[in-house]
Nanobody
Framework: QVQLVESGGGLVQAGGSLKLSCAAS????????MGWFRQSPGKEREWVAA????????DYADSVKGRFTISRDNAENTVYLQMNSLKPEDTAVYYC????????????????????WGRGTQVTVSS
């Protein structure tokens, strides 16, 4: 089992930046592929970015491509989401998620593939 705790959210003006962190408990963090999702009031949870176990593969939703960067530090049991050029439509609760997999390079966009979730951190972008 892995427990996930997000941090780094807050209020920022449009065009600004934030860096989210997700700290994972346990000694097997490197066995999990990781993802970031977000959810706004009244909307379904939306996939944002994903990273493979070894960080060799990453993928992004079209809405954030070129602005957000996902990364991980397996030695620190942490996954990050660097968010630049933020827009008001990026306002949401951001969640990190983990899925244990044997495959070193695989990633997934599907919310149903992730077994472990954090409680989320609020990101608010003002116009």
């Amino acid at each position: 089992q892995v427990q996930l705790v997000e941090s780094g959210g807050g209020l920022v003006q449009a065009g600004g930046s934030l860096k989210l962190s997700c700290a994972a408990s346990g000694r097997t963090f490197s066995s999990y592929r990781m993802g970031w999702f977000r959810q706004s009031p009244g909307k379904e949870r939306e996939w944002v970015a994903a990273i493979s176990r070894g960080a060799g593969n990453t993928d992004y939703a079209d809405s954030v491509k070129g602005r957000f960067t996902i990364s991980r530090d397996n030695a620190e049991n942490t996954v990050y989401l660097q968010m630049n050029s933020l827009k008001p439509e990026d306002t949401a609760v951001y969640y990190c998620a983990a899925d244990q997999t044997w495959t070193w390079s695989s990633i997934t966009r599907s919310v149903n593939d992730y077994d472990h979730w954090g409680r989320g951190t609020q990101v608010t972008v003002s116009s």
